[in-house]
Each structure stands twice: as C-alpha cells, then as structure tokens.
C-alpha cells in the first residue's frame, strides 16, 4: 500500500487530497471497530459458554491457526464463530476487504500524492493492526491448546469412571453371591431346627406317656389303700366281738401290755421327732418361696429396666435414621434385599416362638417330670456355652482385623506376619477364655484405625470442614462403643439371673427328691404300725393304733398339699425362665438389628464422604503438566482401595 502509494504524490489535486484523507479515514476507523466488535464477541462467547467441549473444536481446521495462503482470498470464507483463529481470520478479510476499495479508489480519483504526515499515521496504523492480529493469533493457538487439554482431561476422566464401574458392578455380583451363599445356610438352618423341634415333640410325648402311667398307678395304689381301709374296719368290727370273748385275757397280758407301752411310748416320741422336722421343713419351704417370688418381682423389675433401655436405644435409631434418609439413594437396592431377609428371619423366629410356646403349654402339666427340666436346663447351658464362644471368637476376629488393618496402612510386613502367627496360634486355642485378648486393646486398635483413615483422607491438604465431619463421626463411634459395652454388660446380667434361676429350680428339684424319701420312709412307720395294731388284740392298742393311723393320714395330706404347692411353684418358676429365655432372644434380636443399622449408617456416611472428595479431585486435577494429573490419579485409586478396604471391615463386623 505505501509503495503504491508514493509515485501517486506528484499528481494528485485538492478532489484527490479530500478522497485520499477519507479514504485513510475509513482505513482507521473501521478495522478497529471491527477488532473491538470480534473481540467482544470472543469474550461474551468465552464468559457464557458452559465447561463442555464443543464438536466443532474438536476437529480444528487447516490455516486456522496460521497465516492464509499468498494466492488466495479471503473474501469466500464466512466468519462462523469466534474461537481459535476466529479473530485473525476476521481481521484479515477486513483489511482485504479495505485494500480493495481504497485500490478502486485510487483507479478512479487518479494519480495524486497524499502529504507526507497521512503516509505516517497509516504505516503507524498498520504496525497496530498487524500487532493486533498477531495478538489475536496468539489468543486463537493458546485457546485451541486449552481445548485440546481439556478434551485429554475428559477422556482420562471418562476412562476412570468406566473402571470404577466395573469394579462396582464385580462387587454387586460378589454381594449376590454371598446373598445366596448365607440364604442357603439359613435354609440349612431352618431344617435341622425343624428335625430339633420333632424330636423334641416325640420326647415330650414319650414323657407324657409316662406321667400317665404313673397316675395310673398311683390311683392303683389309693384303689388298694381305700380296700385296706375297709378290710380293717371289717376287722375292727370282728376285733369288738372278740373283745367280749377276750375280756376274761385281759389280766394275763397287762404285763405284756406295759413292755409293749414302752416300745409305743419310743414309737409316739419318734413320731413327734418327725412331726416337728416336717414342720420345720415346711417353714424353709415357705421361706424359700418368699424368697422366690422376691426374686421374681426383681427380675421384673430389671426386664422392665431392659425395656427403658431399648426404647431409649430405638429412639436414638430412630433420630439416626432420619438423619442418614437423605444418604440412602445409592445402597437402596441392598437394603430392599436385606429386608427381605430379616423379614425371612422374623418368620422364622416367631415361627420357633410359636414353638416354643407349645412346647411349654405341654410342659404345663400338673405332673411335670424333672427329667425334662433336666434337659431343657442342660440344652439351655450348652446354647449359652456356645453362644459365649462366638462372642469370644467374634471379639478376637474383630482385633485380628483391626491388627492387620493398621499393619497395612503403616506397611509393615513384619506386624502382617507375627499376626498371622499370632491368629494361627489363637486359632488353635479357640476354646480358651476371654482373657487371651487384652481388655484395652480393641479400643486402642479402634483408636488408631481412625488415626490413620483420618490421616489418609486428610492428606496434606485436609480443611476445617473435613476435620468438623471426621470429630463427628469419632464422636457417633465412641457413643456407639459405650452403648454396645452397655447393652453386653446387660446381656451378661441376663445370663447370670438366668443361671441363678436355674440352680434354684435344681435346689427345689433336690428338696421335692427328699420329701418323696421322707414321705416313703413315713409309709413304711404306717405300715409297721398297721402290722404291729394287727398283733395287739387289747382294744386300748386297736384305739391307739387307729388314731396314729388316722394321725399319719393327716399328716400324709399335708405333705401331699405341701408337695401340690410346690409342685405349683416350680411350674411357675418355669414358665417366668421360659419369659426370661424369650426376652433375652428379643433384646438379642434387637441388638443385632441395632448393630446392622448402625454400620449401615456408617457405611452410607464414609461412602458419601468418599463421594464428596471424589466430585472434588476433578477440579483441582485440572492442571497443564501430565505428570501431576497421574499422580494424583494414583493417589486417588490408592484412597479409593483404602476406603474399599475399610468398609469391608465394617461389615465383617
């Protein structure tokens, strides 16, 4: 331009000056309103468009980025958007589009020479329209860079996501498996309780096939006794008409008489010895009775205690519950699932109840036979032997967990293997007592498993608000802690009441044994003063032996009734253990479901907040080098593993 320009100075008039200053006019104004006006347009289009790639950039054109070819124009290519090279590309069909006119221009005002000072303010002109587009180049390659970067980004973080499906969908079919796997064993379970619960029921029949015929003979037996009682009245009778005959005999045998009135008056002294040990006896059981329906009334007492307990424990549930409802969208499937079992579960249990209760209707017969207490009490042991034992097992399991979990985070292969020798060595002592693991231990294990979780998450990194949810979450745990260690402390109470109950029942079992001894012993005296009345033929003996016989009866009653009373007593006794028995199993029902509650909510609460910094990564991962964004990939995988691991430990537990 400058050089057409110059030979044009010698011959240009005043028209050719005006058109020339006009022309130099557009030159100025128009290009820089057109950069202002694509420059605008840049930065609107940068401002309002949203963080997502765009199909068009993702395939950049040829001679975007770079200066247009020397043999063609730029007046048949539209400007279509304001991206990468968009700018430059504008500006240079402008100024195509203005060299153009001012050449037609030139034609036709003719050959005029514009002053020396318009030649100035065009080249300085130019120089700022060429910086112009040289800047607006350097904004087109720096922004087709930025789009190229993110689209990397996007596809690391769109290969990312696929993996960590893939993983969750093997732990969903693992989860099923073990599903299936424990609802087989439930099955398993439900049947040889089943067979149980028969064979049971054959023994109980068995049993009542013998109580019967006991009452059978011991109507026999009262049979044989009312005809001796009319035998010896027909002999009384017979004895009176001998009387008259015998009357003559009398003083021959008052010398036999008064030896025979020594060995009497023993036998009446005897008799009292054993009428006072009786009635003493009877106090003790009465007592013994008092002390029963104390203990009873105190066993309510507690139970209605336990009952506070687990309302309290249901309400702060409840509270829970409603606190973890907004975090239980993504676990709904699992949770529908495991609520069919537990409902699976109370079916079976209020099933065993409903056996149970039969059982114990036919065990409240007015004979019940101590052999079968015997072995519900020995049946009753033997489940809480057990019951104890997996407690046992499960606590030392939980350490051996919480061991090998903090050797891990530290990465120490030595703690990995003296544990594994350690737990191989416990194993092979399962039956031993409690004592083998340390009182303090678990919770010290405890407390530095959320020490290193709490290290992990942090980081180097870690915020205020962080910290806030994690002091939350320790205080949740702590709490947790103290109400298990109450609820087992309860549990233990429980089973210690119940085996104070049942050597009290055994002690009343000994005590009906010996007053059956004693009552044989006494109808063996009635006998021998039935046979002794039988060989005194004096009518002051046959009186005498009559009324101790008359005596003894009485006597006979009252122990009977005694007996019956006691008889009562036990059978109440028996059915308030069977309600202790089936109030334990509840309040162990409950506690299981409190538990698995507990670690749901858990559970949800580390997988949002495993979530929560998951969503927060992709932000600050968006940095220009690559080898930053592999490391903090790895790291990530590396928390998600460890984070994995973790839940998988709650729920073992």
């Given at each position: 331009m400058v050089r057409s320009a110059r030979p044009c100075q010698g011959r240009v008039g005043s028209s050719g000056v005006i058109s020339l200053f006009l022309l130099l006019c557009c030159l100025l104004l128009r290009p820089v309103a057109m950069s202002t006006f694509c420059l605008d347009l840049q930065t609107s289009a940068v401002v309002s468009a949203p963080l997502e790639l765009d199909s068009d950039r993702m395939e950049p054109r040829p001679g975007a980025a770079g200066a247009p070819e020397p043999g063609r124009g730029f007046q048949g290519q539209p400007l279509r958007h304001a991206g990468s090279g968009g700018l430059g590309m504008a500006l240079e069909e402008e100024l195509a589009m203005l060299t153009g006119e001012r050449d037609d221009q030139e034609e036709l005002s003719g050959p005029e020479t514009p002053p020396v000072g318009h030649s100035a303010d065009l080249l300085s002109l130019l120089r700022r329209k060429e910086k112009d587009l040289v800047l607006a180049a350097k904004l087109g390659k720096a922004l087709l860079e930025r789009n190229q970067d993110l689209t990397k980004q996007y596809e690391k973080m769109h290969k990312d996501l696929n993996e960590k499906l893939e993983h969750l969908e093997q732990e969903k079919h693992e989860l099923r498996r073990r599903l299936e796997s424990r609802e087989g064993e439930w099955e398993g379970r439900v049947s040889d309780l089943e067979t149980d619960v028969q064979q049971l029921q054959g023994e109980l029949e068995l049993?009542?096939?013998?109580?019967?015929?006991?009452?059978?003979?011991?109507?026999?037996?009262?049979?044989?006794?009312?005809?001796?009682?009319?035998?010896?009245?027909?002999?009384?009778?017979?004895?009176?008409?001998?009387?008259?005959?015998?009357?003559?005999?009398?003083?021959?045998?008052?010398?036999?008489?008064?030896?025979?009135?020594?060995?009497?008056?023993?036998?009446?002294?005897?008799?009292?010895?054993?009428?006072?040990?009786?009635?003493?006896?009877?106090?003790?059981?009465?007592?013994?009775?008092?002390?029963?329906?104390?203990?009873?009334?105190?066993?309510?007492?507690?139970?209605?205690?336990?009952?506070?307990?687990?309302?309290?424990?249901?309400?702060?549930?409840?509270?829970?519950?409603?606190?973890?409802?907004?975090?239980?969208?993504?676990?709904?499937?699992?949770?529908?699932?495991?609520?069919?079992?537990?409902?699976?579960?109370?079916?079976?249990?209020?099933?065993?109840?409903?056996?149970?209760?039969?059982?114990?209707?036919?065990?409240?017969?007015?004979?019940?036979?101590s052999l079968l207490c015997e072995i519900e009490q020995s049946m009753e042991q033997e489940e809480q032997e057990q019951e104890r034992e997996q407690l046992r097992l499960q606590l030392w399991e939980a350490y051996c967990e919480v061991r090998s979990l903090c050797s891990h985070l530290r990465g120490n292969d030595v703690t990995d293997s003296a544990l594994s020798t350690d737990s191989s060595m416990d194993e092979s002592s399962e039956t031993s007592s409690a004592k083998d693991v340390p009182t303090g231990s678990l919770h010290t294990g405890l407390l530095e498993l959320r020490r290193l979780t709490q290290n992990l998450l942090d980081g180097n990194e870690s915020t205020g608000s962080r910290r806030s949810d994690e002091e939350a979450l320790e205080e949740q745990l702590r709490k947790l802690g103290e109400e298990l260690r109450e609820v087992r402390e309860l549990y233990e109470t429980e089973q210690d009441k119940t085996r104070s109950n049942v050597e009290d029942a055994l002690q009343l079992h000994n005590q009906m044994a010996l007053l059956s001894v004693e009552m044989c012993s006494l109808r063996e005296d009635n006998e021998r003063m039935r046979t002794m009345a039988e060989v005194r033929e004096p009518s002051e003996q046959l009186q005498t032996a009559i009324r101790d016989r008359d005596d003894a009866i009485a006597k006979k009653k009252a122990v009977e009734m005694e007996l019956a009373k006691c008889k009562i007593d036990i059978m109440s006794l028996n059915s308030q253990l069977l309600d202790a028995i089936q109030q334990k199993l509840n309040l162990s029902q409950q506690l299981e479901a409190w538990q698995d509650d507990m670690h749901r909510v858990i559970d949800q609460q580390l997988m949002d907040k495993y979530q929560d910094e998951w969503r927060s990564t992709p932000t600050s991962l968006s940095g220009p080098s690559r080898a930053h964004g592999g490391q903090s990939s790895r790291r990530a995988h590396r928390l998600s593993d460890r984070d994995k691991r973790l839940f998988s430990f709650f729920k073992k537990n």
């Amino acid at each position: 331009m400058v050089r057409s320009a110059r030979p044009c100075q010698g011959r240009v008039g005043s028209s050719g000056v005006i058109s020339l200053f006009l022309l130099l006019c557009c030159l100025l104004l128009r290009p820089v309103a057109m950069s202002t006006f694509c420059l605008d347009l840049q930065t609107s289009a940068v401002v309002s468009a949203p963080l997502e790639l765009d199909s068009d950039r993702m395939e950049p054109r040829p001679g975007a980025a770079g200066a247009p070819e020397p043999g063609r124009g730029f007046q048949g290519q539209p400007l279509r958007h304001a991206g990468s090279g968009g700018l430059g590309m504008a500006l240079e069909e402008e100024l195509a589009m203005l060299t153009g006119e001012r050449d037609d221009q030139e034609e036709l005002s003719g050959p005029e020479t514009p002053p020396v000072g318009h030649s100035a303010d065009l080249l300085s002109l130019l120089r700022r329209k060429e910086k112009d587009l040289v800047l607006a180049a350097k904004l087109g390659k720096a922004l087709l860079e930025r789009n190229q970067d993110l689209t990397k980004q996007y596809e690391k973080m769109h290969k990312d996501l696929n993996e960590k499906l893939e993983h969750l969908e093997q732990e969903k079919h693992e989860l099923r498996r073990r599903l299936e796997s424990r609802e087989g064993e439930w099955e398993g379970r439900v049947s040889d309780l089943e067979t149980d619960v028969q064979q049971l029921q054959g023994e109980l029949e068995l049993h009542q096939v013998q109580l019967r015929e006991t009452d059978r003979d011991k109507t026999k037996a009262i049979s044989e006794l009312s005809e001796q009682n009319h035998r010896l009245l027909e002999q009384l009778s017979r004895a009176a008409e001998v009387e008259r005959q015998l009357s003559t005999q009398v003083h021959s045998l008052r010398d036999d008489f008064r030896e025979k009135s020594m060995s009497t008056s023993q036998h009446m002294s005897r008799l009292e010895t054993l009428q006072a040990e009786q009635e003493l006896e009877i106090k003790m059981l009465s007592e013994r009775k008092m002390e029963l329906e104390h203990r009873v009334h105190a066993m309510l007492e507690e139970n209605e205690l336990l009952q506070s307990t687990v309302d309290d424990l249901r309400e702060r549930t409840l509270v829970l519950e409603r606190q973890s409802h907004r975090k239980d969208l993504q676990l709904r499937q699992s949770q529908l699932e495991l609520q069919e079992v537990q409902v699976s579960h109370r079916q079976l249990t209020a099933r065993l109840e409903e056996l149970t209760e039969e059982q114990s209707l036919h065990s409240l017969t007015p004979h019940p036979s101590s052999l079968l207490c015997e072995i519900e009490q020995s049946m009753e042991q033997e489940e809480q032997e057990q019951e104890r034992e997996q407690l046992r097992l499960q606590l030392w399991e939980a350490y051996c967990e919480v061991r090998s979990l903090c050797s891990h985070l530290r990465g120490n292969d030595v703690t990995d293997s003296a544990l594994s020798t350690d737990s191989s060595m416990d194993e092979s002592s399962e039956t031993s007592s409690a004592k083998d693991v340390p009182t303090g231990s678990l919770h010290t294990g405890l407390l530095e498993l959320r020490r290193l979780t709490q290290n992990l998450l942090d980081g180097n990194e870690s915020t205020g608000s962080r910290r806030s949810d994690e002091e939350a979450l320790e205080e949740q745990l702590r709490k947790l802690g103290e109400e298990l260690r109450e609820v087992r402390e309860l549990y233990e109470t429980e089973q210690d009441k119940t085996r104070s109950n049942v050597e009290d029942a055994l002690q009343l079992h000994n005590q009906m044994a010996l007053l059956s001894v004693e009552m044989c012993s006494l109808r063996e005296d009635n006998e021998r003063m039935r046979t002794m009345a039988e060989v005194r033929e004096p009518s002051e003996q046959l009186q005498t032996a009559i009324r101790d016989r008359d005596d003894a009866i009485a006597k006979k009653k009252a122990v009977e009734m005694e007996l019956a009373k006691c008889k009562i007593d036990i059978m109440s006794l028996n059915s308030q253990l069977l309600d202790a028995i089936q109030q334990k199993l509840n309040l162990s029902q409950q506690l299981e479901a409190w538990q698995d509650d507990m670690h749901r909510v858990i559970d949800q609460q580390l997988m949002d907040k495993y979530q929560d910094e998951w969503r927060s990564t992709p932000t600050s991962l968006s940095g220009p080098s690559r080898a930053h964004g592999g490391q903090s990939s790895r790291r990530a995988h590396r928390l998600s593993d460890r984070d994995k691991r973790l839940f998988s430990f709650f729920k073992k537990n």
